[in-house]
């Protein structure tokens, strides 16, 4: 055997043993290392657009600041109804009770004007370390004032040579309401918080004049210097606010990252130039107290956070008997109690715009969690007979969990009620509402284009929200009977006869002798949009009644909403605070949309006296047997008037793979991903398990390479003797 084919045979015999050795991790997409380690991988589809806790308020961006920044307030993981608890805070705020002249009174007492938040800080919290912080030998800024020259070498915030951190104080959550005064910061929430915190309106109309004038000078605006009248740093760890009335839900907002606390170091640090022009600033890259800060910033590949070194005590929750049962927590869930948080000491995010490679990728077990896709949906979920949904048996080898939980969302078809056809408050009129409402068959729609992940409306308020009431007390009568222990929807038959009591018999109009023909607006324009809106027309041709879609942009849309140029239209919406007032405030009077220039929430225009003076009455109350009566009564009122098409409240899905624990649902918690644990060395055990390759096929191969390989070398050599014997 000559030297060549030695040499050939060698190398097939190593490239062999090479895939035999690395048999089960040869096509991992992440580091073996990073693999064997507290580390949670995760994907993002969209990446986020801002990280600056003012502006953000889109979810794939609260997922990244929720564990990096940290509001004076939390909602605990596991109890359920949702609680809120301190956070930074050494307990829950003092509230107090003020009349006209600033005097104390009862929190029921009829003079009460204002109302004082007290905010008492722990003195244990630091920041992630940062450049920011630096200061020099004289206590100035060591990076406060980079010069051309110093920002050469800097690129991304790793070129700072130095990094230091320092206390959370009662300024930074001041300075951070400053911010969001700015106008050209545009807080999505100033104008609502300006109509509450003292001062705010004021302060901000001021401020956002300072600030302009400071931009085209070119100058930083340190916000240190300026005041807001109802926002008071008592001292180093105590801040007051002063809000008007009584707002009970403004503890709610307390534990947004509107709210989170700004340093005022990182404002300016950020303001620079020359930090600036590299993309260098507080909206791409935070500053925060959480368990977590951003390591890694890359959103068109990989965004990566780890532990906050300086992350100050805290452990895992613990439930009493009571709360777990009450809660419908498993034991599990509690084996963590009292231990130091986090436990996950790295989250990769890895981005991946296509649904397919992300599934697969999760079906090997290189992704810790996912979501479930429509082109998934039916490999992962069977839905039984009952409507009961499990996983699919191939999920169910591996041990995959399910977790499902109804959302405290709404999607619902509101009908204009300034408009002339569908509008107003006349006996026909709401029975033209209630017949149409009848014939939307919902739980159609949650099956054709939900995969069943939702249920049916009843009213506005959503499962696991004061108000909302299961079973026959919780039933629109209106639109359902209750029969043999659950809810129906109304026939047809029932439909037709209260369309044709509101003059539209058959869909014919009893005035004129034409159909009734309806407008919707939507802004459908992909092929699915095309099944629903066809889904659509269906339902009112149930009727009799002409669906007529005027197809749109989404600007566009929101537009004509804004004037009330709109006959029928879909919309939803997603709580902001787990309280029933955030859902009945979009059905508030006050608050339509022909009431307020376009600018109220109440996109139906719907008006009710009675409704309103009651909303007036629960929107400041606490939830007592009371407040529960009141609003009882106000849903009675909104389904006999139906200025909604109830819709659905969606459910969302997700799977976890075995080794990740302390999965559960919470819609309203931001900062979640301190509570979760990974076993790490089931994971890697289970890699191996689940991506053996097929080591025959390629045996096979370098056989069939090896022996196809010497034939025809040996057909050379018998081709080149020939050619000698020829010569000779």
Do not use: C
């Not at 969209?46 to 997922?63: C, F, G, H, M, Q």
């Not at 534990?255 to 620079?272: G, H, I, K, T």
């Not at 956070?305 to 439930?319: G, I, M, S, T, W």
Request: glycine share 6%.
């Amino acid at each position: 055997m000559d030297i060549m084919y030695k040499l050939m045979l060698t190398t097939l015999f190593m490239s062999v043993l090479s895939v035999t050795l690395h048999a089960g991790v040869w096509n991992n997409p992440h580091n073996s290392q990073e693999v064997a380690k507290e580390t949670l991988f995760a994907a993002f589809t969209t990446p986020p657009k801002r990280l600056d806790p003012v502006i953000s308020y889109n979810a794939n961006e609260w997922a990244i600041i929720g564990q990096i920044y940290e509001p004076p307030l939390q909602y605990n993981y596991l109890k359920r109804p949702y609680v809120l608890e301190p956070l930074t805070l050494t307990k829950m705020p003092e509230i107090t009770y003020l009349d006209k002249e600033g005097k104390s009174v009862g929190e029921n007492d009829p003079a009460v004007v204002f109302s004082e938040y007290r905010l008492l800080l722990r003195s244990d919290i630091k920041y992630q370390n940062h450049p920011a912080f630096v200061k020099d030998e004289k206590g100035n800024l060591l990076y406060g004032n980079l010069s051309a020259e110093g920002l050469e070498k800097i690129h991304n915030l790793k070129d700072f040579k130095k990094s230091a951190t320092r206390t959370l104080t009662a300024l930074d959550y001041a300075y951070a309401i400053k911010r969001m005064a700015v106008r050209d910061n545009h807080s999505p929430i100033l104008d609502a918080m300006s109509e509450y915190i003292i001062g705010l309106k004021v302060f901000s109309e001021n401020i956002s004049k300072i600030a302009r004038e400071k931009k085209e000078k070119r100058e930083a605006l340190d916000l240190q210097a300026y005041t807001i009248e109802g926002v008071k740093v008592l001292d180093t760890y105590t801040l007051s606010i002063k809000i008007h009335g009584k707002y009970p839900q403004f503890l709610f907002w307390l534990s947004m990252n509107f709210f989170a606390p700004v340093p005022w170091e990182a404002d300016l640090f950020y303001q620079q130039e020359g930090l600036i022009s590299k993309n260098l600033t507080l909206n791409w890259f935070p500053v925060g107290t959480g368990a977590y800060y951003l390591a890694e910033n890359d959103p068109s590949r990989e965004m990566v956070l780890r532990a906050n070194l300086n992350f100050h005590e805290e452990v895992y929750p613990d439930l009493t008997e009571e709360e777990r049962k009450g809660a419908n927590i498993a034991k599990e869930m509690l084996e963590d109690a009292g231990k130091k948080l986090p436990f996950v000491k790295e989250v990769i995010y890895s981005l991946e715009k296509e649904s397919i490679p992300l599934w697969n990728k999760f079906l090997q077990g290189y992704y810790d969690a996912s979501g479930i896709s429509s082109e998934a949906f039916d490999q992962a979920v069977q839905i039984s007979s009952t409507g009961t949904m499990g996983l699919s048996g191939e999920l169910k080898e591996k041990n995959i969990v399910l977790k499902g939980a109804v959302q405290p969302s709404i999607f619902y078809m509101a009908f204009n009620m300034e408009d002339p056809v569908v509008g107003g408050y006349s006996v026909s009129a709401k029975k033209l509402r209630q017949a149409i409402s009848i014939a939307q068959n919902e739980e159609e729609y949650i099956s054709i284009f939900m995969n069943e992940r939702g249920i049916a409306a009843q009213g506005p308020i959503p499962p696991g929200i004061f108000g909302y009431e299961e079973g026959e007390k919780g039933t629109d009568t209106v639109v359902y009977d209750w029969k043999n222990g659950k809810r129906v929807r109304k026939s047809l038959e029932v439909a037709k006869k209260l369309l044709a009591e509101a003059g539209y018999p058959n869909g014919i109009s009893s005035k004129t002798g034409k159909q009734l023909k309806l407008h919707y607006d939507a802004t459908a324009t992909g092929p699915d949009d095309r099944a629903l809106m066809d889904w659509r027309r269906e339902q009112f041709a149930k009727l009799g009644i002409q669906l007529v879609i005027r197809s749109t942009d989404y600007n566009r849309f929101q537009h004509k909403v804004r004037k009330a140029k709109v006959q029928l239209f879909s919309w939803g919406w997603d709580a902001d605070y787990p309280d029933p007032e955030n859902f009945l405030f979009l059905l508030y009077g006050g608050n339509a949309v022909v009431n307020t220039q376009g600018a109220g929430i109440n996109s139906s225009n719907y008006q009710n006296p009675k409704f309103d003076a009651l909303f007036d009455e629960i929107k400041t109350m606490q939830n007592t047997p009371e407040r529960k009566e009141k609003i009882e009564e106000m849903l009675k009122i909104a389904r006999e008037d139906a200025p909604w098409v109830w819709g659905f409240h969606p459910k969302s899905l997700t799977l976890s793979q075995q080794w990740f624990k302390n999965v559960l649902p919470n819609a309203m918690a931001n900062n979640t991903l301190k509570y979760k644990r990974i076993d790490a060395k089931l994971r890697v055990e289970k890699q191996k398990a689940w991506n053996q390759p097929l080591i025959l096929p390629l045996i096979l191969l370098f056989l069939f390479i090896l022996v196809s390989g010497y034939l025809l070398h040996k057909i050379y050599q018998n081709r080149q003797r020939s050619v000698i014997r020829k010569e000779d």
